[in-house]
C-alpha cells in the first residue's frame, strides 16, 4: 500500500511541477487555460485513489484569473503531499 501511496505521490508532484511551469510560461492564457484544465481529470483521479479531492474557488473571470486559481490549488495540495512524501522516503 505504501508503495502505491509513494508512487501516486510522486506521480501528482511531478504534474504539478508541469503545469505550474505551463502556467508561468509565455504562452497565450488560453492555451495555459487549457492544457492545466486538460489535466484536471487525470490528477483528480489519482487524488482520488490517495482519498485527496481537488477543489478550488473558480472565479469564472478569464482564462488567466481561472488558470491561477487552479495553480494555486495545486500548489497547496503539492505542498502537503510533499511533506508527506518526506515521511514515506
Given at each position: 500500500?505504501?508503495?502505491?501511496?509513494?508512487?501516486?505521490?510522486?506521480?501528482?508532484?511531478?504534474?504539478?511541477?508541469?503545469?505550474?511551469?505551463?502556467?508561468y510560461s509565455k504562452a497565450a492564457w488560453m492555451t495555459k487555460y487549457e492544457?492545466?484544465?486538460?489535466?484536471?481529470?487525470?490528477?483528480?483521479?489519482?487524488?482520488?485513489?490517495?482519498?485527496?479531492?481537488?477543489?478550488?474557488?473558480?472565479?469564472?473571470?478569464?482564462?488567466?484569473?481561472?488558470?491561477?486559481?487552479?495553480?494555486?490549488?495545486?500548489?497547496?495540495?503539492?505542498?502537503?503531499?510533499?511533506?508527506v512524501l518526506d515521511v514515506l522516503e
Amino acid at each position: 500500500m505504501t508503495i502505491n501511496l509513494k508512487s501516486d505521490i510522486q506521480s501528482i508532484i511531478q504534474s504539478i511541477f508541469l503545469l505550474h511551469h505551463i502556467a508561468y510560461s509565455k504562452a497565450a492564457w488560453m492555451t495555459k487555460y487549457e492544457l492545466v484544465c486538460g489535466q484536471l481529470d487525470s490528477i483528480n483521479s489519482v487524488l482520488g485513489s490517495i482519498g485527496m479531492k481537488l477543489e478550488w474557488h473558480d472565479p469564472d473571470d478569464g482564462y488567466q484569473t481561472d488558470t491561477m486559481a487552479i495553480i494555486q490549488a495545486l500548489d497547496e495540495i503539492g505542498e502537503e503531499l510533499a511533506i508527506v512524501l518526506d515521511v514515506l522516503e
